[in-house]
């Protein structure tokens, strides 16, 4: 197991455009949480799962985003009608179940809305 | 007040000193406390946790929490130009379901 794996690192997309992000978490973690980062803050919560089921989602994922984990192994996050502020990095992270758990964190997808 | 608030800095040290990097956090519930290094325009590294009060020491690396304070500190000994990065603190608050409120970094850098 190599750690949790997002696809693609970078993506560039013209404003209104669809774009999708995977992740693939460790495998034997049943939690998955997306967070963003922007320049010069730390990563903001954006939703989590356990296993398949959606248990939190942020004020801050507009009706624009969603995400999935359709059989509770990798997720997607889905950005629809980007704007320029939808620029960011979009981090993954997953954990086993538990308090304390400790959280690893995939190597992100930097996304530039242009 | 910001939930979880450090420093941005820099904090400037030279090689070989002791780096201290602190954290405040306003939860009074929060359980566990997370440090996490991160390169510029990579992704944060988990490197310490911290659940109970104390000291905990991993390496050069050695963490400590002080829950009545609300306080959470990062100590690194024997800093090296490779420790020069961004550290973020981390908490989970009680019943968040390991979902981490950080703060917004404090930039190191260890010169030579």
């Known amino acids: 197991d190599t750690g949790v794996s997002q696809n693609p690192r970078h993506k560039i997309t013209k404003r209104g455009q669809n774009v999708t992000f995977r992740c693939d978490p460790i495998s034997e973690h049943n939690r998955l949480y997306w967070y963003r980062q922007t320049l010069g803050q730390g990563p903001e919560f954006l939703t989590y799962f356990q296993n398949e089921a959606q248990l939190e989602k942020s004020r801050l994922l507009s009706d624009r985003f969603s995400a999935e984990r359709p059989k509770g192994s990798f997720s997607t996050l889905e950005i629809q009608r980007t704007e320029q502020g939808d620029s960011a990095m979009y981090l993954c992270?997953?954990?086993?179940?538990?308090?304390?758990?400790?959280?690893?964190f995939g190597q992100g997808t930097r996304l530039t809305v242009v | 007040q910001k939930e979880v608030e450090q420093n941005s800095g820099p904090l400037s040290v030279p090689e070989g000193a002791i780096a201290s990097l602190n954290c405040t956090y306003s939860?009074?519930?929060?359980?566990?406390f997370f440090w996490y290094r991160q390169y510029s325009g990579k992704s944060p590294e988990l490197i310490m946790s911290?659940?109970?009060?104390g000291d905990k020491e991993d390496g050069r690396f050695t963490a400590q929490l002080n829950k009545a304070s609300q306080y959470v500190s990062l100590l690194i000994r024997d800093s090296q130009p490779s420790d020069s990065a961004t550290y973020l603190c981390a908490v989970n608050q009680a019943g968040g379901g390991n979902k981490l409120t950080f703060g917004t970094g404090t930039q190191l850098k260890v010169e030579l």
């Open positions: 939860d009074r519930v929060s359980q566990s």
């Open positions: 992270a997953s954990s086993s179940t538990g308090g304390g758990t400790e959280a690893f």
């Open positions: 911290i659940y109970s009060n």
